[in-house]
T-cell receptor, first 111, second 115 residues
Framework: QQPVQSPQAVILREGEDAVINCSSSKALYSVHWYRQKHGEAPVFLMI?????EQKGHEKISASFNEKKQQSSLYLTASQLSYSGTYFC????????????FGTGTLLAVQP | KAGVTQTPRYLIKTRGQQVTLSCSPI?????VSWYQQTPGQGLQFLFE???????NKGNFPGRFSGRQFSNSRSEMNVSTLELGDSALYLC??????????????FGPGTRLTVL
């Protein structure tokens, strides 16, 4: 039931791009993306909803493919501050905040 | 606006003891969810509260319980602590329940170590 994220880890140089994928075995109603730095709280990045609505961080883009039950997070022109572990959380569309979080992707941006 | 606050930030307990963790949501937020984070299992949903009512519960034993007060502050309690309960316990608040539309904002967490 836990969404699977890929890759598990990625190392980038500043300015490079990365894509993080989140795949679910269940139908997706909403996908929430968070970034967590070591020892800190997860920080909200973006919500993607079934039907195409999105809201979140201006400099981050993402996609939501209902048929493939997959979401992808696109990090372009990466900065050092992008380093951290990225999590996707899937919602079931009901009146609940319960999220099922993915396995996480560790992103390291080097100078 | 102040963010989500959790107290205490760090806690060390021994097996068999019980512990209470506290979470104060962002002002105006009425929904609080709790998650357990461990290296092996990742982020796992514990429970969700709105208007002092538990709306949802994860797959955790009955030793894990929680409550929400009229001011939206929430506490979770773990009784008869086990070594496997060592984890970072995160609280998240949002304005309303309903994951489809609401951002959830996490607190810094309480790091619980059970010896």
């Amino acid at each position: 039931q836990q969404p699977v994220q890929s890759p598990q880890a990625v190392i980038l140089r500043e300015g490079e791009d990365a894509v993080i994928n989140c795949s679910s075995s269940k139908a997706l109603y909403s996908v929430h993306w968070y970034r967590q730095k070591h020892g800190e709280a997860p920080v909200f990045l973006m919500i993607l909803l079934k039907g195409g609505e999105q809201k979140g961080h201006e400099k981050i883009s993402a996609s939501f493919n209902e048929k493939k039950q997959q979401s992808s997070l696109y990090l372009t022109a990466s900065q050092l501050s992008y380093s951290g572990t990225y999590f996707c959380g899937t919602g079931n569309g009901g009146a609940t905040n319960k999220l099922i979080f993915g396995t996480g992707t560790l992103l390291a941006v080097q100078p | 606006k102040a963010g989500v606050t959790q107290t205490p930030r760090y806690l060390i307990k021994t097996r068999g003891q019980q512990v209470t963790l506290s979470c104060s949501p962002i002002s105006g937020h009425r929904s609080v969810s709790w998650y357990q984070q461990t290296p092996g299992q990742g982020l796992q949903f514990l429970f969700e509260y709105f208007s002092e009512t538990q709306r949802n519960k994860g797959n955790f034993p009955g030793r894990f319980s929680g409550r929400q007060f009229s001011n939206s502050r929430s506490e979770m309690n773990v009784s008869t602590l086990e070594l496997g309960d060592s984890a970072l316990y995160l609280c998240a608040s949002s304005f309303l329940p309903g994951s489809s539309y609401n951002e959830q904002f996490f607190g810094p967490g309480t790091r619980l170590t059970v010896l």
